[in-house]
Nanobody, 126 residues
Framework: RVQLVESGGGSVQSGGSLRLSCTTHEYPYNTYTMAWFRQAPGKEREAVAAIDSDGATSYADFVKGRFTISRDNAQNSLYLQMSSLQPEDSAIYSC????????????????????WGQGTQVSVSS
């Protein structure tokens, strides 16, 4: 069955960096879009960044210039390098894999998928 496993979350001070990883297992398609989402307590889940099979990327305005999404298809892995973290970045970050959509579409309308990771907590203190 399809599984996504995230790692790399933790606690940092404002201005710090973290790198999240997501490894996929048993996804049956060769082309796909992957994305990172986050959800803070009391807030709705929001898209953070997305990357398609061609390597095209898109970012939410609130992370542009600070976060970088990347993927390693040979390793079936997705990454999110987060820098200049702020307390408002604190949330549970989840990865997802789905239909090969344009990344900017994912950022505005979501990812068509049933496959999500369990999430990893990112906490940023001031």
């Amino acid at each position: 069955r399809v599984q996504l496993v995230e790692s790399g979350g933790g606690s940092v001070q404002s201005g710090g960096s973290l790198r999240l990883s997501c490894t996929t297992h048993e996804y049956p398609y060769n082309t796909y879009t992957m994305a990172w989402f986050r959800q803070a307590p009391g807030k709705e889940r929001e898209a953070v960044a997305a990357i398609d099979s061609d390597g095209a990327t898109s970012y939410a305005d609130f992370v542009k210039g600070r976060f970088t999404i990347s993927r390693d298809n040979a390793q079936n892995s997705l990454y999110l390098q987060m820098s200049s973290l702020q307390p408002e970045d604190s949330a549970i970050y989840s990865c997802a894999i789905g239909t090969n959509q344009k990344p900017h579409v994912v950022l505005t309308t979501g990812l068509r998928t049933d496959y999500w990771g369990q999430g990893t907590q990112v906490s940023v203190s001031s």
